[in-house]
C-alpha cells in the first residue's frame, strides 16, 4: 500500500478530510498521477513524523486551468483557506485535484516506510 504525505503544518487537511469538507487533495504538479485508482492511506505530516489517520480511495484528477473555474466548482471542495499559500493565486499556471473517495479513519499509527517517491508519498508494506 502506499502512504501519501499530507502537510498539515498550516491547516489541518487530514481533519478536513476525515470531516468530508474536503473531498479533494491539491498540488501544483501532477505528483498523485500514478496513484489514481489506488487505495492509500493518507499520513499528516508537518509535526514531527508522518502520522497514518485514515484511508481513501485516489478516485479520478482534474486539471483546472483558471481561477473562475476554480472559485466557482473546486475550491469550497479543496477546502483550502482563502488566501493562503494553497489557494488560487495571481501566477498559478493549474491546479491538480485529486478526488478522495470511500474515506475510512484508522488507528493513527506511524509507518515503516519503504521507498520513497519525492516528498509527495513512500511505499508501507505493514497491515493495517
Not at 485516489?58 to 499559500?85: N, P, Q
Request: proline share 4%; with cysteine.
Amino acid at each position: 500500500m502506499k502512504v501519501v504525505f499530507i502537510n498539515c503544518k498550516e491547516q489541518p487537511f487530514l481533519d478536513r478530510i476525515l470531516s468530508e469538507s474536503k473531498l479533494y487533495e491539491t498540488r501544483t504538479r501532477n505528483t498523485l498521477g500514478k496513484l489514481i485508482g489506488d487505495r492509500v492511506l493518507l499520513a499528516e505530516t508537518g509535526h514531527g513524523k508522518p502520522l497514518v489517520r485514515c484511508a481513501a480511495t485516489i478516485d479520478r484528477i482534474i486539471a483546472v486551468y483558471f481561477r473562475d473555474e476554480w472559485d466557482k466548482y473546486y475550491s469550497k471542495y479543496a477546502d483550502v483557506d482563502s488566501g493562503s499559500r494553497y489557494d488560487w493565486h495571481d501566477d498559478t499556471k493549474v491546479k491538480y485535484l485529486y478526488q478522495l473517495t470511500d474515506i475510512q479513519p484508522v488507528e493513527p499509527f506511524c509507518p515503516q516506510l519503504g521507498r520513497y517517491h519525492g516528498r509527495v508519498w513512500a511505499e508501507y508494506e505493514g497491515e493495517v
